[in-house]
């Protein structure tokens, strides 16, 4: 067994060496991926993040499992790579998660320097697949804004630096919200920048210019979920005086001269996902070469009814290979850079359960999730700080479902009880190529860098 990456240090401090059983059965352990490269067997640790090319003993041995205790086993026994066949990984995975988190915590600053914040509510389009339909449209009184910058000038730190999430609703109808949030931050000496999850659609020369000067806009994330047709009649702009969907195309590419950078979303379902290859191919004339540009799809979710009124959007297994199929036409455009990094033990979460990031909405309610803003959602309020304590602690706990306990990813996949989302699985395909793909990488890398060396 040659290593190719070496197992993550605090991870083995944490996972003992197991004793070697002479009379036991063994199998692969559930967390491990495999690929293979030319004749080279390549497994990859999930849980330790140890990357291993096997000799060819290894390899038909490996081929043979389960199978009773053998010699050859012994390196693979002790990197966790095959277990006795009654191992539970599942609940040593949850263990090590658990651990890692309560002493990450326990080093951690009470600092708040991560705040989402929905200046508004209400939107200017009408996409049918909204999670906020049914949300009061509401937007922020100036009372609320001067709370929030007090809350955040309350919880910062002394590095006195935030990151602010501009989220809706459609945060640009709010502009005037936003100008005062950052103006009476920087009259608190707080240094911030910031990220918008936009339509894009209100992004005019003085809107982007006020943008970059004041809001400090790093990043936004635009919606197009088709070609003009379709992009303008799911959007359903209201009041719209041109074409939107020519609109907002401009927009980008001013944000970019801007030196914004801003990652485009095709949402689809079968609604839409005929358009892809148009969109790809527009937005590859317009953007490619733009190191500020990315594109990437994403499964429209929930049930809501689309402009057929159809509310089946599509099949958990439909949109696995939607993605898988989709993002490697845009990795082929280069219009996404490939990730190449390795799944490790993942025992943070989203930011809904980072104690270090906040959501803000426009009547100053404070919550976990940017997608649940509701009374009943709330952890605290700007004005009384927070007051919620036991919600917090709920969503620390992670998801458990019966089809996790045996996929490779679940150690990366690490999913929250209370998320919305947490029963959807619909990148288990894409991230499954994308990771066997970066284990060849990584061994292509380390025989070349053998090769030289030797
Ligand atoms: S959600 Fe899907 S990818 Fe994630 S652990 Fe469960 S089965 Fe695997
Ligand atoms: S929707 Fe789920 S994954 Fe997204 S922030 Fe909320 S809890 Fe996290």
Same mark, same amino acid.
């Given at each position: 067994m040659i290593t190719v990456v070496e197992p993550q240090q605090h991870i083995a401090k944490l996972w003992s060496e197991p004793a070697l059983k002479e009379g036991t059965l063994y199998r692969l352990m559930h967390y491990v991926l495999r690929v293979e490269d030319?004749?080279?067997?390549?497994?990859? $640790?999930?849980?330790?993040?140890?990357?291993?090319?096997?000799?060819?003993?290894?390899?038909?041995?490996?081929?043979?499992?389960?199978?009773?205790?053998?010699?050859?086993?012994?390196?693979? #026994?002790q990197s966790h790579f095959v277990v006795p066949a009654d191992y539970d990984e599942h609940a040593q995975t949850i263990k090590l998660q658990t651990v890692l988190r309560m002493l990450t915590k326990a080093q951690q600053k009470p600092d708040i320097t991560h705040y989402t914040i929905l200046p508004t509510t209400a939107c200017n389009a009408r996409c049918y697949y909204c999670f906020q339909q049914g949300l009061k449209r509401t937007t922020m009184s100036d009372e609320i804004i001067h709370q929030v910058a007090d809350f955040i000038n309350a919880h910062c730190g002394n590095d006195r630096k935030v990151r602010i999430s501009w989220f809706g609703g459609e945060p640009t109808i709010a502009a005037r919200q936003i100008s005062t949030i950052c103006e009476e931050l920087q009259k608190k000496n707080i240094m911030y920048r910031s990220s918008m999850t936009t339509n894009g659609y209100l992004f005019d020369q003085k809107m982007t210019e006020t943008a970059v000067d004041l809001w400090k806009l790093k =990043?936004?994330? #635009?919606?197009?979920?088709?070609?003009?047709? $379709?992009?303008? %009649? #799911? &959007?359903?702009?209201?009041?719209? /005086? @041109?074409?939107? =969907?020519?609109?907002?195309?401009? $927009?980008?590419?001013?944000?970019?001269?801007?030196? #914004?950078?801003?990652?485009?979303?095709?949402?689809? @379902?079968?609604?839409?996902?005929? @358009?892809?290859? +148009?969109?790809? +191919? +527009?937005?590859?004339?317009r953007f490619h070469g733009s190191p500020l540009f990315f594109f990437h799809v994403h499964q429209v979710n929930g049930e809501h009814e689309d402009s057929f009124g159809k509310k089946e959007h599509? &099949?958990?297994?439909?949109?696995? +290979? /939607?993605?898988?199929?989709?993002?490697?036409?845009?990795?082929?455009?280069?219009? =996404?850079?490939?990730?190449?990094?390795?799944?490790?033990? $993942?025992?943070k979460g989203c930011q809904a359960s980072n104690d270090h990031s906040v959501t803000i909405n426009p009547q100053g309610g404070i919550s976990r999730c940017p997608e649940l803003v509701s009374d009943e959602d709330l952890i605290g309020t700007v004005r009384e700080g927070i007051t919620n304590p036991a919600l917090? %602690?709920?969503?620390?706990?992670?998801? @458990?479902?019966?089809?996790?306990v045996e996929c490779p990813l679940f150690p990366n996949c690490m999913k929250l009880h209370l998320c919305p989302a947490s029963h959807r699985c619909v990148a288990k395909k894409e991230s499954l190529t994308r990771f066997q793909n970066a284990m060849k990488k990584h061994y292509r890398s380390f025989s070349r860098s053998i090769q030289k060396g030797g």
């Open positions: 030319g004749c080279t067997v390549l497994l990859h $640790n999930v849980v330790t993040g140890h990357l291993v090319a096997l000799e060819q003993q290894e390899a038909e041995m490996l081929g043979r499992l389960p199978a009773m205790y053998c010699p050859a086993m012994e390196p693979l #026994i =990043y936004v994330m #635009i919606s197009v979920d088709g070609t003009e047709k $379709n992009y303008n %009649s #799911i &959007k359903r702009f209201q009041n719209a /005086k @041109d074409n939107p =969907y020519q609109r907002v195309m401009g $927009n980008v590419e001013r944000l970019l001269e801007h030196g #914004i950078r801003v990652s485009m979303r095709m949402n689809f @379902d079968l609604n839409n996902y005929l @358009d892809f290859f +148009d969109l790809l +191919d +527009d937005v590859s004339e599509g &099949k958990n297994e439909w949109f696995q +290979d /939607k993605l898988l199929e989709y993002q490697e036409l845009v990795h082929e455009k280069g219009l =996404y850079p490939l990730n190449e990094e390795l799944p490790e033990l $993942n025992f917090i %602690s709920a969503w620390s706990k992670p998801s @458990d479902f019966d089809k996790c």
